[in-house]
Nanobody, 123 residues
Framework: QVQLVESGGGLVQAGGSLRLSCAAS????????LGWFRQAPGKEREFVAA????????YYADSLKGRFTISRDITKTTVYLQMNNLKAEDTAVYYC????????????????WGQGTQVTVSS
């Protein structure tokens, strides 16, 4: 079982940046994929980005490429989501989760989830 704790959310003006962190603990297999999802009020949870624990391959939701960057620090067992040029529509609760295959982008393909961190972008 993997435990995940997100942090770094907050209130930011449109055009600003935030970096979210997801600290992982427990049994983390090199084959795992760590993903970020987000859920806005009244909407379904949607895929944002993911990275394989090893060797660190990344993939993104097409609509977010160029503004969001996912990375990980193996020594700290932490995954990051750098979000730039934030827009009001990026307002959501952001979650990290563990998946079992590269390319997974549906919530059902992910097992362990963090509690989420709120990101609010004011326009």
């Amino acid at each position: 079982q993997v435990q995940l704790v997100e942090s770094g959310g907050g209130l930011v003006q449109a055009g600003g940046s935030l970096r979210l962190s997801c600290a992982a603990s427990g049994r983390i297999f090199s084959s795992y994929t760590l993903g970020w999802f987000r859920q806005a009020p009244g909407k379904e949870r949607e895929f944002v980005a993911a990275i394989t624990w090893s060797p660190g391959n990344t993939y993104y939701a097409d609509s977010l490429k160029g503004r969001f960057t996912i990375s990980r620090d193996i020594t700290k067992t932490t995954v990051y989501l750098q979000m730039n040029n934030l827009k009001a529509e990026d307002t959501a609760v952001y979650y990290c989760a563990t998946g079992r295959r590269y390319g997974a982008n549906e919530p059902s393909e992910y097992d362990s989830w963090g509690q989420g961190t709120q990101v609010t972008v004011s326009s």
